[in-house]
Each structure stands twice: as structure tokens, then as C-alpha cells.
């Protein structure tokens, strides 16, 4: 069993991220907060940091913030409920540091209310490219009637604890604890003096799942829960408006208690007024992306355009262009550009023929389209062929690629650029240098099967290396991000 404050004289805190980002999550972490003990598990990031209210709420990879007030490994709850509820009590509350530690940390890093960004809720199923993200179920606990009558029950409790105690015995030791009277344990008076004196209103929300979750209900653990808290620090429940929330999971391999840092999810973006791709992942994209300097970033289907601007707010030294054929989509994105007062260029295209001269940009990323609003099958299979075809014209020799891609589809993809089905072959006929300036956008193409196409013909083959894959989860849909590198291999060929 393991607290991580306990093991750092910085506080500890963990952040819920988007399953396949959690990589990204911890390095921007350990870059941007200095961070030290992260360590990541599915979905959640955890670490120890001196952090203040703006570096904490600058991270661009995590959905939600919490001080960790503890950390358990593998808490299996016995078969019978009152000892596991017991067990449970116990095992959060037994050091009252931690929780006086982690209360006055969300104290001092926690805000109440944010009104610009809980004005648009982001990530809607019903707004997303992908039809991502079904709003999260989150289970509250009604404790507060049992409050009122705490001391009749807990007299009756205090008998049946002490008769599960002794039949329990045996499973309770298994975890290594040690048997602590919650009694002995009453903080001094002063232990929460600035909460007391608010008369500090809490809930608790409370998450179970695996073996633990088949035996117990989560509303009967969050609720045990609140009535020890009450017991312990004299916090007054409320279910509509607490000042403070409870968070409590518990599955098979970690029970953790903690306090979120805000209402709404880091994820919203204050210059989004037109949602689209959830910001985490355009985020990873960007990452992904490497954008340096002076380059020349597209987005050939930027949609509202939430991948380039997160990358303008994040390196703002390079040059970005939106393209999409959609007059509506184009203004999604110029009405948040205009909010983000950043600089990317818009225009209306189709990516099967972009405006632009071969080999002219550094930087593509682009989302490709999927999902129930954009159709499936041959059809989106062709149409990603050509689109692939003409990026990789207009992408410079060593220039970067960034996909997103549905996992379906994704297969698809890396066989297709295995295969070469994408690649553009330039040829110069008798050694005469292409006027790519002549030609209406493209250079001359040929068809993988139409190579030979002079009698003397010198070519070179445009093809994409892959270098990374990423699994990602958008809420319903998965998908995978894809990095390539554009790569050329010359060869004189000869009829
Ligand atoms: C998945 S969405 C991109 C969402 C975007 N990443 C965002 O955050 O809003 C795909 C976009 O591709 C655009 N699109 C579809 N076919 C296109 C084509 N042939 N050329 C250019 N854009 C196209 C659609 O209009 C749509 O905006």
C-alpha cells in the first residue's frame, strides 16, 4: 500500500486523462509542473509537485485535476458489508494529515467557478466530428438523511462492527493493515480550523467497479463514507452546492480518495465557441507534430479548426493554414480563430486538390472524416486514398504527417501506404525538368501501375515512413493517431 504524499514533501495530486494519452499527460507534466513520482495508470496520471493555481491549469493533455488525499493498491473489500464498509472507512481515514494536507492544498489551488469556461460545454456527443464523447455518468451519494440520525445508528453499528471484526479478522490482516480506532484518531480541535470555521458543506462521489463493484453498491460506500467524514471533521453534507467534493474509486487494483481542483473539465478551452475534435487529442496531435519555427503547418479538413489552434497557442512561431470544403465548417473555425486572436490562414478547398505547390509544406495534420456523420466503407476508403495522394504532394521531402484516423479505418491506412497505393511518383521524361509552376496545382502524377512513362525516364517515388501509432479513445469511438515522415527515393528507369 502506498500513499504518495506520504513519500514527498510535495503535495500530490492526479489528473484523469483520455485513455491513450496518458504518455502525453505525463511529459507535459514532468515538463511543465517539474513534476517528480508520476507515475501513470489507465486513465489517471498521478505525481508530486509545487505547483501554482496558473501552471496547474495551463496543462493542455488532462480533463480533470485533483489533490490526492490517498492511494491504495489492491483493496479487495471482504465478503461481508458491514467489515467492508468498516474497511473501507478505515483504510481512508487512517491518517488525517493526508486529508488535513490535501485540504489545504484545494484550498489554495481550487476554483469555485468559471464562468468562461463552463459558458460552452465541449465535447458533446451531439457536436463532435466523431459523434465522441456520451456524457459521463457520475454517481452521487445521498448520505444526508442518515446523517440525522447517525447517533441512533451508529450505536447499533458499533455492536455489529464489533462482532464483524472479530469474524473478519483473518481477511482484514490479508491487506497488511493495521487495526486503528477511528476513536484514538479524532483530529485535535485546531486540525481543520479554517474548514470548521467555514462550516465546510462536502459530498461524496463515489465509483466502484470489478470484484469489489459486483459485491457493493457505490451509493452504500460513498455514503459510509460521508458519515465517517462527518464523525471525523464535523463537515456538514450537501448533495446540491458542497463547497467541497469527495471523489472516491475503487476497483480491483487501487481505491483512491481525493478533492477535484475544479467543476469543469481543463479539457474546455476559453476560445472554443465552436466545438469540434475534444482538445486533448487535437493537443496530441500537435504534439505529435513537432512544429518547429518558420514551418509551414496545414490542415487540409480543419474543420472548426481545433487541431492548428492548438497548436498556434502552444508555438507561436510557425505559419498555419486551415483548408476545408465546407463554407460552414470554415466559419466554425474563423469564429474561433477570431476568439483565440491567433493568425491561420483559411481557405475553402477539397483536399483532393488543394491550391497549393508541391512540396511547399512542412507540417500536415489533418482528422480525417469518420464516424456516422461521414459514411463508411469503399467510399471513404478512396476518398482517404486520394486525400493521402494529394497531402503527400504537397508535404516537403521530410516533412511531417499526422492522422487521426478511426480504428477501423486505421488498418486500412498503413496498408494502403505499405502497398504504395498512395504514393506519388514524379517523372521526368528524357531527363527534362518538370515546370511544376505550369501545371494547375500538381505535379505530374502517375498511378502506382503507370510507371513507365517516357522511354528514358528518370522518377522518383514520394512514399510516407511510419513512425508513430498512437491508440486513442474519443468517448464512443476509438481511434488511432498516425505519424509519418515523407520520404523519397529516386531511380532512373528505363522502358
Ligand atoms: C472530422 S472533421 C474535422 C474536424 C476538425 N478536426 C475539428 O476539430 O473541427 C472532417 C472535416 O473534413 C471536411 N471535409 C470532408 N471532405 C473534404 C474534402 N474533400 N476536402 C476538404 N475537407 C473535407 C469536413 O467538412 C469536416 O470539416
Given at each position: ?57 495551463s496543462?493542455k ?53 468559471e464562468?468562461s469556461l463552463?459558458r460552452v460545454?465541449q ?143 481543463l479539457a474546455n478551452r476559453s476560445w472554443c465557441r465552436c466545438p469540434g475534435?475534444?482538445p486533448?487529442?487535437a493537443h ?20 472548426s479548426g481545433t487541431i492548428l489552434l492548438e497548436a498556434t497557442m502552444e ?17 466554425s473555425a474563423s469564429s474561433n480563430i477570431s476568439s483565440s486572436k491567433q493568425s491561420i ?151
Open positions: 500500500m502506498e500513499s504518495c504524499s506520504a513519500q514527498s514533501s510535495s503535495p500530490a495530486f492526479f489528473v484523469t486523462v483520455g485513455r491513450g494519452l496518458e504518455n502525453f499527460a505525463a511529459d507535459e507534466i514532468r515538463a511543465k509542473l517539474l513534476a517528480s513520482r508520476v507515475e501513470v495508470i489507465e486513465g489517471k496520471v498521478f505525481f508530486c509537485a509545487d505547483v501554482t493555481k496558473e501552471n496547474l491549469f496543462l493533455m488532462v480533463e480533470r485535476a485533483f489533490v490526492l488525499v490517498k492511494k491504495i493498491n489492491s483493496v479487495r473489500l471482504p465478503y461481508h458489508k458491514v467489515s467492508g464498509f468498516r474497511l473501507l472507512c478505515k483504510l481512508a481515514l487512517e491518517d488525517v494529515r493526508s486529508w488535513k494536507a490535501a485540504a489545504c492544498v484545494w484550498k489554495r489551488l481550487h476554483v469555485s467557478a464562468p463552463s460545454r465535447g458533446g456527443a451531439d457536436m463532435c466530428p466523431h459523434a465522441e464523447d456520451a456524457p459521463r455518468k457520475c454517481k452521487l451519494t445521498a448520505f444526508s438523511e442518515d446523517i440525522s440520525t447517525t447517533k441512533d445508528r451508529s450505536r447499533n453499528k458499533d455492536t455489529l462492527l464489533y462482532c464483524a471484526a472479530e469474524e473478519e479478522k483473518e481477511e482484514e490482516e490479508a491487506f497488511q493493515t493495521t487495526t486503528v480506532d477511528l476513536a484514538q484518531q479524532r483530529p485535535p480541535a485546531d486540525i481543520f480550523p479554517e474548514l470548521l470555521k467555514d462550516n465546510l458543506s462536502f459530498r461524496v462521489s463515489f465509483r466502484c467497479s470489478g470484484r469489489n463493484g459486483r459485491r457493493y453498491n457505490p451509493q452504500e460506500l460513498g455514503c459510509q463514507l460521508g458519515l465517517a467524514l462527518t464523525r471525523e471533521f464535523g463537515w456538514k453534507a450537501d448533495l446540491r452546492k458542497p463547497q467541497l467534493e469527495v471523489i472516491a474509486h475503487l476497483n480491483n487494483d487501487i481505491f483512491i480518495v481525493g478533492f477535484p481542483l475544479s467543476r469543469v473539465s475534435l475534444r486533448t487529442v496530441a496531435i500537435a504534439v505529435l507534430a513537432g512544429v518547429q519555427s518558420g514551418a509551414k503547418v496545414l490542415d487540409p479538413m480543419c474543420g508555438w507561436k512561431s510557425a505559419y498555419y493554414m486551415g483548408a476545408d470544403i465546407d463554407c460552414s465548417q470554415l466559419s490562414d483559411l481557405i475553402q478547398a477539397s483536399v483532393l486538390a488543394l491550391p497549393l505547390q508541391s512540396s511547399s509544406v512542412d507540417v500536415i495534420v489533418c482528422d480525417m472524416p469518420f464516424g456516422r456523420r461521414f459514411g463508411r466503407g469503399n467510399d471513404i476508403m478512396s476518398q482517404t486514398r486520394s486525400s493521402l495522394r494529394e497531402m503527400i504532394r504537397v508535404l516537403a521531402n521530410s516533412g511531417i504527417l499526422v492522422l487521426l484516423v478511426s480504428q477501423k479505418m486505421s488498418q486500412e491506412v498503413i496498408k494502403m501506404v505499405e502497398e504504395g497505393k498512395c504514393c506519388q511518383y514524379k517523372t521526368q521524361i528524357n531527363s527534362a525538368p518538370v515546370d511544376e509552376a505550369k501545371l494547375p496545382g500538381h505535379a505530374r502524377e502517375c498511378e502506382p501501375d503507370e510507371r513507365a512513362c517516357g522511354e528514358d525516364s528518370s522518377s522518383t517515388v514520394d512514399v510516407l515512413s511510419l513512425q508513430e501509432l498512437v491508440p486513442v479513445s474519443l468517448g464512443e469511438t476509438e481511434a488511432r493517431i498516425h505519424k509519418y515522415v515523407k520520404v523519397q527515393h529516386e531511380g532512373k528507369r528505363t522502358s
